[in-house]
T-cell receptor
Framework: GNSVTQMEGPVTLSEEAFLTINCTYTATGYPSLFWYVQYPGEGLQLLLKATKADDKGSNKGFEATYRKETTSFHLEKGSVQVSDSAVYFCALIARAGKSTFGDGTTLTVKP | DAGVTQSPTHLIKTRGQQVTLRCSPKSGHDTVSWYQQALGQGPQFIFQYYEEEERQRGNFPDRFSGHQFPNYSSELNVNALLLGDSALYLC????????????FGPGTRLTVT
């Protein structure tokens, strides 16, 4: 079946540091890939997505590129802020419509 | 626009009981998916409803069932509750033919004692 493996956390960074959260996947066919974010006390929000190989999703300074050759979709941000502290989930949706999520990576940004 | 709403917010049930959770999708959305999120884990896909029928199902037993109404709202039913069913249950809505972007509700926290 499909699976998503995320970099284990928690991750603690200082403000303005560079962020990378690794995500690799296993899927049949050509899934769409997503990053969701869950802020404390809130529901899941879509952060960015990519629907085909070499697509780059971006939003709020975050970026991720769909790499078919390495089956990866790593999340990056050049300069994190305290307000970026949250849990980040990598996910895929296969052609049949079933979603698979990773276990989440907790990011804490300190001033 | 109200977004996705879920009720109740919290629920405490006893082992063996049955529970019904409710979800109203974002305005204009016609597809509802349900997820179970255990503490410290990612959401696990339970099933998806479109046109009042279950279209996709994850690896969950038949104790988990659902329904979608003509107004696109949905219910998740769990029978014969087990301690292991304690989790956050998330509802997500989307457009069947409008891309795969899902909008999530705040969830219902179910505790089974």
């Amino acid at each position: 079946g499909n699976s998503v493996t995320q970099m284990e956390g928690p991750v603690t960074l200082s403000e303005e540091a560079f962020l990378t959260i690794n995500c690799t996947y296993t899927a049949t066919g050509y899934p769409s890939l997503f990053w969701y974010v869950q802020y404390p006390g809130e529901g899941l929000q879509l952060l960015l997505k990519a629907t085909k190989a070499d697509d780059k999703g971006s939003n709020k300074g975050f970026e991720a590129t769909y790499r078919k050759e390495t089956t990866s979709f790593h999340l990056e941000k050049g300069s994190v802020q305290v307000s970026d502290s949250a849990v980040y989930f990598c996910a895929l949706i296969a052609r049949a419509g079933k979603s698979t999520f990773g276990d989440g990576t907790t990011l804490t940004v300190k001033p | 626009d109200a977004g996705v709403t879920q009720s109740p917010t919290h629920l405490i049930k006893t082992r063996g009981q049955q529970v019904t959770l409710r979800c109203s999708p974002k305005s204009g959305h016609d597809t509802v998916s349900w997820y179970q999120q255990a503490l410290g884990q990612g959401p696990q896909f339970i099933f998806q409803y479109y046109e009042e029928e279950e279209r996709q199902r994850g690896n969950f037993p038949d104790r988990f069932s659902g329904h979608q109404f003509p107004n696109y709202s949905s219910e998740l039913n769990v029978n014969a509750l087990l301690l292991g069913d304690s989790a956050l249950y998330l509802c997500a809505s989307s457009l069947r033919w409008g891309g795969e972007e899902q909008y999530f509700g705040p969830g219902t926290r179910l505790t089974v004692t």
